[in-house]
Antibody, heavy 123, light 106 residues
Framework: EVQLLESGGGLVQPGGSLRLSCAAS????????MSWVRQAPGKGLEWVSA????????YYADSVKGRFTISRDNSKNTLYLQMNSLRAEDTAVYYC????????????????WGQGTMVTVSS | IQLTQSPSSLSASVGDRVTITCRAS??????LAWYQQKPGKAPKLLIY???TLQSGVPSRFSGSGSGTDFTLTISSLQPEDFATYYC?????????FGGGTKVEIK
């Protein structure tokens, strides 16, 4: 069964750091680009960051550029999001999501999502 | 690229035909996906490439459009369809989402 399982969320003070993990199973992890998407309480979805299958290319939303770093360890089938200089507005459920298989290298959609991990930034 | 969904919410009855629109601030070809999200759950992919139904999704869901204007149609609303729907553009980074449309029971 294809599965994504996030972990690492919690309560952190403004200015603090946190690292999220997303453990993948049931598919060839290194073959797929992966993304992080977040959802603030009661709000809509916000794409945060993406990384290519090899890890050689990374992309970020303007709201997190310079503060967050996406990475992956294909030997461990795990995706990461290092979050530094956290702000109250970073409070959200963070989902990892897998690219839909396609015949090209483009991302067409996210077909598998994790259950999410909650990050709360508050003093 | 900004995506504007309308309406932001709607009330409908079981059996109704429901249409949700998504407008992009610039052309995105057909690089648009639709997701359904229920409270406390992760989003579920319904449609990708503007009109391709994801495997396992009921055929009452359909998508159309290209360029800047897109629609998601539910041909006959079922009780399990009451949820929030989001469009997402994947033409270029950052991959933005629309603001969502909440479909409620009338």
């Amino acid at each position: 069964e294809v599965q994504l399982l996030e972990s690492g969320g919690g309560l952190v003070q403004p200015g603090g750091s946190l690292r999220l993990s997303c453990a993948a199973s049931g598919f060839t992890f290194s073959s797929y680009a992966m993304s992080w998407v977040r959802q603030a309480p009661g709000k809509g979805l916000e794409w945060v960051s993406a990384i290519s299958g090899s890890g050689g290319s990374t992309y970020y939303a303007d709201s997190v550029k310079g503060r967050f770093t996406i990475s992956r360890d294909n030997s461990k089938n795990t995706l990461y999001l290092q979050m530094n200089s956290l702000r109250a507005e970073d409070t959200a459920v963070y989902y990892c999501a897998k690219d839909l298989p396609t015949v090209t290298t483009r991302t067409d959609a996210f077909d598998i999502w994790g259950q999410g991990t909650m990050v709360t930034v508050s003093s | 690229i900004q995506l504007t969904q309308s309406p932001s919410s709607l009330s409908a009855s079981v059996g109704d035909r429901v249409t949700i629109t998504c407008r992009a601030s610039q052309g995105i070809s057909s690089y648009l996906a639709w997701y359904q999200q229920k409270p406390g759950k992760a989003p579920k992919l319904l449609i990708y490439a503007a009109s391709t139904l994801q495997s396992g999704v009921p055929s009452r869901f359909s998508g159309s459009g290209s360029g800047t204007d897109f629609t998601l149609t539910i041909s006959s609303l079922q009780p399990e369809d009451f949820a929030t729907y989001y469009c997402q553009q994947l033409n270029s980074y950052p991959f933005t989402f629309g603001g969502g449309t909440k479909v409620e029971i009338k």
